[in-house]
């Protein structure tokens, strides 16, 4: 018993740390926008393609819903129709 909850533990954390080494390699090889405001702060990550990833504090991001139209009006369009929505809806704004 002692022996199968080791296994079972061992191979929860091997999950938890793969998680975040791709978490990091990902942040690492992507392109960012940051936007920071009093209201929140939000770090999208993207490649030419797509939005990679992000983090934010103090705000809700649907990764799902963004990424699929950031594909539908391409990445760029994307980053500039965010910034200028972050910069009329909060006190911050969005960097390169």
């Known amino acids: 018993m002692k022996k199968t909850l080791m296994v079972i533990g061992g191979i929860v954390v091997g999950i938890i740390v793969l998680g975040v080494v791709i978490f990091a390699i990902v942040s690492a090889t992507s392109k960012k926008m940051v936007c920071k405001s009093s209201e929140g702060n939000i770090t999208i990550m993207y490649n030419d393609k797509t939005i990679t990833g992000y983090t934010t504090s103090g705000m809700s991001y649907d990764l799902d819903q963004q990424k699929a139209y950031a594909e ?16 009329n809806n909060t006190t911050g704004t969005c960097s390169r």
């Not at 539908?72 to 910069?87: H, I, K, M, P, R």
Request: charged letters at 10%; glycine letters at 6%.
């Open 72 to 87: 539908q009006v391409g990445v760029d369009a994307y980053l500039n129709e965010f910034a200028t929505w972050f910069s």
